[in-house]
Structure formats: C-alpha cells, structure tokens
C-alpha cells in the first residue's frame, strides 16, 4: 500500500513537471496565477477531505490551517485580478493539476481509515515541494511587481505547509507519540 501511495506520488510530481517543461512559451502572470489557484484548490479540497476522514488532531489542526491559508491566498489572487480587471488564466498546467487532484481525491477517498493519515501525508508532502518549485519560478519569471510580490508573500506560508507534513509524517508513523 505505501509503495502505491509512493509511486502515486510521484506520478503527480512527473506530470506536473511535463506540463510546465511541455509549455512552448512561459506562462504569463494570469496563467501562472491561475496554475496557483488551482493549486491552492486542490489543497483546499485535500485538507477538507482530511477533516472528515483523519482520528488525528495534529492532522485536523494542519488540515484547517491548509484551509484558511490556501483560501487567503487565493482571495489575494482574486482580489489582484480584480485590480488588473482580468481572471486567473487556465494552461497546460493547471489543468493537469485539475485532473491529478480529482485523482488524488478520488483515491484517499477510497483509502481505508487506518491507511488515510500517511497517505494523506505522502501526498501533501509531495506537492508541497511541488508548489514551492513552481512558487520559486513563478517569482524569478513573473513580469509584475505586484504578482511577483503576491508570490513572494506566500510563499513562507507553503514552505511552512510542507515543513509541517514532513514533521507529521514522522510523528504519525511513530507509535507511541500522541498524535
């Protein structure tokens, strides 16, 4: 089982990775907002099916965390994009991402109880570091201060997000410790 959470985890990283290589041309800052805000949906939608479905509080804590955090960010792009009179644009990109999480989704949502923590672990760790690879190019290649500086701005909140499912991956794999 965990060799397919793995392996699963790293087919979201390998996809996520042709996509953004296969673009001919760089993302604009309305289509490398958009690939952020459906990031940021996806992880919204994850932690939300991590508060119905983890026993653990330390999971529960961080999933609404992820909640509250990941829907902050995606207001700011909101409201920048409001501002600029335009909307977050669709790629290449974003939409493999809109296919892996439905894929995502649909397999923790099949993944059984006892089994559901470390998946959900396995898989936020992963994208996680994803998101903030994407984040740290997004901010190199960004054309306007103000998306650059939005990016810039998020990005400690992602690193933190990832630094915490790492941390969680070990407590939860360790009998013993409260979780």
């Keep these: 089982m965990n060799g397919k959470r793995i392996a699963t985890a790293l087919l979201l990283l390998l996809a996520w990775t042709v996509c ?8 604009s800052d309305e289509q ?3 690939v952020i805000f459906v990031a940021n949906q996806a992880e919204i939608a994850t932690a939300s099916l991590a508060l119905r479905k983890t026993r653990s509080y330390s999971l529960q804590v961080f ?9 902050q960010v995606n207001q ?3 409201t920048l994009m ?3 009179g335009t909307q977050p644009q669709r790629s290449a990109t974003s939409e493999a991402l809109t ?30 570091q994803k998101l903030v690879n994407a984040v740290d190019g997004y901010i190199r290649t960004a054309r306007s201060a103000e998306v650059r500086t939005l990016l810039i701005r998020s990005r400690p909140s992602f690193i933190f ?18 979780r």
């Design 32 to 34: 490398m907002l958009g």
């Design 82 to 84: 409001q501002r600029y």
């Design 99 to 128: 296919k892996q999480s439905r894929d995502d989704i649909a397999d923790l949502d099949q993944t059984s109880i006892y089994d559901f923590d470390e998946a959900y672990l396995d898989r936020e760790v992963a994208y996680l």
């Design 76 to 78: 700011e792009i909101a």
């Design 20 to 27: 953004a290589n296969a673009q001919e041309r760089p993302l």
């Design 63 to 71: 999933a609404k965390r992820i909640v509250s955090e990941h829907a």
């Design 161 to 178: 997000h990832l630094d915490q499912a790492q941390r969680l991956q070990i407590t939860i794999g360790s009998p013993g410790l409260i």
